[in-house]
């Protein structure tokens, strides 16, 4: 039997009318913009505006009174004090932080897979809440009961006793070495990962070469860890900046403000002294400070970069 | 200049994982000398204790008359080029070039007088205040063989070298790595998978599989008369055909082997040492066999497929009974060859060579 099939006529195609070029990477983009719009441009933009307010927070709008706030701002004492501790703050992050998470990082690195339980102790901190960890340190720090005087008292060392947090010359170096404890696995991780992306035969050839392993770690290893450390730097400044929560926790920044750092002054003048019009005041100043710092972190790293 | 001795070298990473499983071999001075072989037969890793960067297990090596087990790498006499060519990203071409020798404490002039020479034999002084990433393929190859040379070792070491290379890149790079050697006379040792550079660049060739040498030769010697089946089929492309067959016996100084189907084929071989009627395995280069013309006796064949690259035919064809598919290099001309085309086979007495059970190629008679 012969059979033939009809084919069913050709269908137009369909068309949809042409977007604009535009239109679809607009839309991609859109779900991000109205994020950062909803979460950082309004609240920022606010912040600038209650900014030029005198208002309590409570009960109708404040007062408008321009630049007021700011004029003062430049002439309080505690602001530059507190940006001078969170100054410290960034230094020691640089100066403490970094150093000791190379070392930790190198040190695992080297040690390969038998360090796998080193690294989640060292880990650990991290992933405890700073609150929590704040707690525990005030405990540690604690004058009478805390394990660092007891242990300095069993060693004969009372002299080195002190009221650690209580005492303004020690409360924020003593607050400074518990951030640092809490933020070196951080950059150790960040680290591990950049000399795990290290050729191996780069080591080989040095080796070769006639390079020590100590030649070999600061000649061949550090500057190509060079853009690790650019944004472990960036973050630690930009982090120290910012710092509030451990800081609150331990000592709120007292004693006589000695540990004051700009978001614990910032939270203090807004829901200790309900003046939200001039704590808005300190909040963009920090912004600014922020943003300024890093973008001149950034550029004077870029153009270290281009050097090497 | 020096030569590099290995006396029953062994590497083991654990007591059940032997990769290198004693390698006894003289390498002379000023030889160019290819470790060639599949990838994880431990070519590379034989290298590699050779340069002090893998522990030798058990054995010796020797470096010119020196033990060198336990020397450290730098201090060998040796340089190595390594496969990704292991350029320090963030130094210059010159001082990449200048590293060890800077790191050795040689003076100034000296160190810009090795690096200018170095470059000018490579061509690359053009290259010298250029990092790394602002070079191609090829030139960052030079470079890396300039790393080497710079300090004037007693051996060089190169670890598939042009494996990263585009094709035409690799050619040059071999004709330049041959000049290279014919103008420093250092000893050299390379390592490649690719079979054309082993052939092409080497003095002599090493033949590696699971980590035992198969057979030291000159390129020609151990194309023309490879020791067993895994060599005869490693080296050449297309690679040798390969037939199972059964031995019939010796006739007039020729071994006389079965293919399926009762075709006889003779070989000028000494199977003497065989005894009829053992399995065997016939082994003929795709470019020894011919198609018969008229009035000749050859083996009837289907081509199955056919490949012309102007200069020369690859014909694939299917004799009735034998599984495997020939290959059958034919010259440029046979333009009418197609698909389908019943053709006859000759095998030449003279290129066949013939295999025992164990896989151990008898001895060509002429």
């Known amino acids: 039997m012969h059979m033939t099939l009809n084919r069913p006529a050709a269908l137009p195609l369909l068309r949809w009318p042409r977007s604009p070029a535009w239109l679809v990477p607009a839309l991609f983009l859109a779900p991000a913009v109205l994020m950062l719009a909803v979460f950082l441009l309004y609240p920022l933009l606010s912040s600038f505006q209650l900014s030029l307010l005198d208002w309590n927070g409570l009960g109708e709008q404040g007062r408008f009174i321009g630049l007021g706030n700011w004029l003062h701002l430049l002439h309080d004492p505690l602001f530059w004090r507190a940006l001078g501790n969170n100054a410290w703050l960034a230094l020691f992050s640089i100066v403490i932080q970094l150093p000791l998470a190379l070392a930790l990082a190198v040190l695992l690195d080297k040690a390969g897979e038998r360090s796998r339980w080193l690294k989640i102790i060292y880990f650990l901190?991290?992933?405890?809440?700073?609150?929590?960890?704040?707690?525990?340190?005030?405990?540690?720090?604690?004058?009478?009961?805390?394990?660092?005087?007891?242990?300095?008292?069993?060693?004969?060392?009372?002299?080195?006793?002190?009221?650690?947090?209580?005492?303004?010359?020690?409360?924020?170096?003593?607050?400074?070495?518990?951030?640092?404890?809490?933020?070196v696995p951080f950059y150790m991780v960040l680290f591990l990962a950049g000399l795990a992306s290290f050729p191996e035969d780069l080591s080989e050839a040095a080796t070769l070469d006639g390079a020590s392993e100590w030649t070999i770690f600061w000649r061949i290893k550090l500057p190509h860890l060079r853009g690790t450390v650019r944004t472990a730097v960036l973050l630690a400044i930009i982090g120290s900046l910012r710092y509030f929560d451990l800081v609150f926790v331990m000592t709120g920044g007292g004693p006589e403000h000695a540990s004051e750092l700009m978001a614990t002054y910032m939270y203090r003048t807004v829901f200790s002294g309900f003046q939200l019009g001039y704590g808005s005041t300190i909040a963009s100043a920090m912004f600014l400070v922020v943003t300024l710092i890093a973008a001149l972190a950034l550029r004077l790293s870029r153009r270290f970069q281009t050097e090497v | 200049m020096a030569s590099v001795t290995l006396k029953g070298i062994k590497k083991s990473y654990t007591k059940d994982v032997t990769v290198i499983k004693g390698v006894d071999l003289q390498i002379k001075d000023g030889e160019f000398v290819v470790f060639v072989g599949p990838s994880g037969c431990g070519k590379s890793t034989l290298l590699r204790m050779i340069a002090g960067l893998e522990d030798i297990t058990e054995g010796e090596l020797m470096i010119g008359d020196a033990l060198a087990n336990d020397v450290h790498?730098?201090?060998?006499?040796?340089?190595?080029?390594?496969?990704?060519?292991?350029?320090?990203?963030?130094?210059?071409?010159?001082?990449?070039?200048?590293?060890?020798?800077?790191?050795?404490?040689?003076?100034?002039?000296?160190?810009?007088?090795?690096?200018?020479?170095?470059?000018?034999?490579?061509?690359?002084?053009?290259?010298?205040?250029?990092?790394?990433?602002?070079?191609?393929?090829?030139?960052?190859?030079?470079?890396?063989?300039?790393?080497?040379?710079?300090?004037?070792?007693?051996?060089?070491?190169?670890?598939?070298?042009?494996?990263?290379?585009?094709?035409?890149?690799?050619?040059?790079?071999?004709?330049?790595?041959?000049?290279?050697?014919?103008?420093?006379?250092?000893?050299?040792?390379?390592?490649?998978?690719?079979?054309?550079?082993?052939?092409?660049?080497?003095?002599?060739?090493?033949?590696?599989?699971?980590?035992?040498?198969?057979?030291?030769?000159?390129?020609?010697?151990?194309?023309?008369?490879?020791?067993?089946?895994?060599?005869?089929?490693?080296?050449?492309?297309?690679?040798?055909?390969?037939?199972?067959?059964?031995?019939?016996?010796?006739?007039?100084?020729?071994?006389?082997?079965?293919?399926?189907?009762?075709?006889?084929?003779?070989?000028?071989?000494?199977?003497?040492?065989?005894?009829?009627?053992?399995?065997?395995?016939?082994?003929?280069?795709?470019?020894?066999?011919?198609?018969?013309?008229?009035?000749?006796?050859?083996?009837?064949?289907?081509?199955?497929?056919?490949?012309?690259?102007?200069?020369?035919?690859?014909?694939?064809?299917?004799?009735?009974?034998?599984?495997?598919?020939?290959?059958?290099?034919?010259?440029?001309?046979?333009?009418?060859?197609?698909?389908?085309?019943?053709?006859?086979?000759?095998?030449?007495?003279?290129?066949?060579?013939?295999?025992?059970?164990?896989?151990?190629?008898?001895?060509?008679?002429?």
């Not at chain 1, 700073?130 to 525990?136: D, E, H, N, T």
């Not at chain 2, 690359?124 to 191609?136: D, G, N, V, Y």
């Not at chain 2, 297309?238 to 020729?254: D, F």
Request: charged fraction near 20%; aromatic fraction near 6%; proline fraction near 5%.
């Open chain 1, 125 to 183: 901190p991290l992933l405890m809440s700073s609150v929590a960890l704040g707690v525990l340190a005030k405990n540690l720090y604690d004058p009478n009961f805390g394990p660092i005087n007891l242990l300095l008292q069993q060693l004969h060392l009372d002299g080195l006793a002190h009221d650690w947090l209580g005492d303004p010359a020690y409360a924020l170096g003593a607050v400074i070495a518990v951030v640092c404890w809490q933020n």
């Open chain 2, 73 to 366: 790498a730098s201090k060998r006499g040796i340089a190595m080029v390594f496969q990704s060519y292991a350029l320090y990203p963030h130094m210059s071409v010159y001082d990449n070039m200048a590293f060890s020798l800077k790191l050795a404490g040689a003076d100034k002039a000296e160190i810009d007088k090795r690096v200018q020479r170095a470059a000018e034999i490579l061509q690359i002084t053009h290259l010298l205040e250029r990092k790394p990433k602002a070079l191609s393929g090829g030139q960052r190859q030079r470079v890396a063989i300039g790393r080497a040379i710079v300090r004037e070792p007693q051996v060089f070491l190169f670890d598939e070298p042009l494996s990263n290379l585009d094709a035409s890149l690799r050619l040059n790079m071999r004709v330049e790595l041959s000049k290279l050697h014919a103008d420093l006379k250092t000893t050299m040792i390379y390592v490649t998978h690719d079979q054309v550079e082993a052939m092409t660049l080497a003095d002599r060739i090493v033949v590696f599989n699971a980590g035992v040498v198969q057979q030291v030769g000159s390129p020609l010697e151990m194309y023309e008369n490879p020791a067993n089946l895994f060599v005869a089929g490693f080296l050449g492309s297309p690679k040798m055909n390969l037939l199972e067959a059964q031995l019939v016996g010796v006739e007039n100084g020729l071994a006389v082997v079965r293919l399926p189907k009762g075709i006889t084929v003779r070989a000028a071989v000494d199977a003497s040492r065989a005894t009829a009627g053992s399995k065997v395995t016939l082994g003929v280069r795709p470019e020894h066999i011919q198609l018969a013309t008229e009035g000749d006796v050859g083996i009837p064949a289907r081509v199955d497929l056919v490949e012309h690259l102007g200069d020369i035919v690859l014909a694939y064809v299917e004799i009735p009974g034998v599984n495997d598919i020939l290959a059958v290099k034919l010259p440029g001309h046979y333009t009418n060859l197609k698909r389908g085309d019943a053709v006859r086979l000759v095998f030449p007495e003279t290129s066949a060579l013939v295999f025992d059970e164990a896989g151990l190629a008898f001895k060509r008679t002429v």
